[in-house]
């Protein structure tokens, strides 16, 4: 491969609010995690289709697109049609969905969800302690959004120092998989994720520069041999 030939680019992800009154509910959260709406607009049928760009800077371009739109309704008597099969939510409801459940909530990477890395982790922070609040005080969005915080792994001083001081993570017990990183995530039921179509699952990152270990390098060659190595000294 041309070493010297341009990367591709990720485009867009395209999901579904449930319904149209929940559309500008579901677009107001993307607003308050810090996306920046741009192209929206009403589509045919009158149901809103909603451009986000993750991040200012890359509005104009043709990457780093959130689409929101209406789930179609074919697609919505599916998901309704399997809740009632599996009786979903109900007291006799199927044991494997009981278990996908306990297992989404111990751990919200086990479903299909998308992530977004920041560049700052006081910016991060920033979005943290908002939607906290939001999920804490909010009349329309207490209740609809739920953040779980996974803090670095401790080993590395300066990194465990910065975490202890973190106004979000300090008293966090969870811990990445990765070191020299952090990891957010925030599920809500305003946007249809997941094999029942139920929640969604955004994660927000951020990593600590200058560490060739960290959360998300595990397909470099440096992160390869270091991981390598630590298997087979048993850590």
């Not at 809500?188 to 997941?194: E, F, K, Q, R, S």
């Not at 139920?198 to 927000?204: A, I, L, Q, T, Y």
Request: glycine share 8%.
């Amino acid at each position: 491969m041309n070493a010297q030939r341009p990367s591709n680019t990720y485009g867009h992800l395209a999901v579904h609010y449930r319904n149209p009154e929940e559309g500008p509910l579901a677009a107001r959260l993307l607003r308050e995690i810090g996306f920046t709406e741009c192209y929206s607009m009403a589509q045919p049928d009158g149901n809103m289709f909603y451009h986000f760009v993750i991040d200012e800077q890359a509005n104009r371009g043709t990457d780093r697109i959130f689409y929101l739109l209406c789930m179609p309704d074919l697609l919505r008597k599916l998901y309704d049609e399997m809740h009632r099969a599996l009786k979903v939510g109900e007291a006799d409801e199927n044991a494997t969905v009981t278990e996908l459940r306990k297992m989404q909530a111990e751990d919200p990477e086990f479903n299909f969800h998308a992530a977004v890395v920041f560049n700052s982790l006081e910016e991060l922070e920033e979005v943290v302690q908002r939607l906290q609040k939001l999920a804490a005080e909010d009349p329309e969005l207490k209740g609809r959004i739920k953040v779980t915080l996974n803090r670095a792994r401790p080993g590395t001083p300066e990194v465990d120092k910065r975490m202890d001081e973190s106004p979000v993570f300090g008293g966090v017990t969870r811990h990445t998989y990765g070191p020299n990183g952090v990891q957010v995530f925030v599920e809500t039921d305003l946007i249809a994720g997941g094999p029942l179509g139920d929640n969604w699952v955004f994660e927000f990152d951020y990593v600590f520069p200058g560490y060739k270990d960290n959360i998300l390098n595990a397909p470099t060659d440096e992160a390869a041999t270091i991981l390598a190595e630590k298997e087979s000294a048993g850590a």
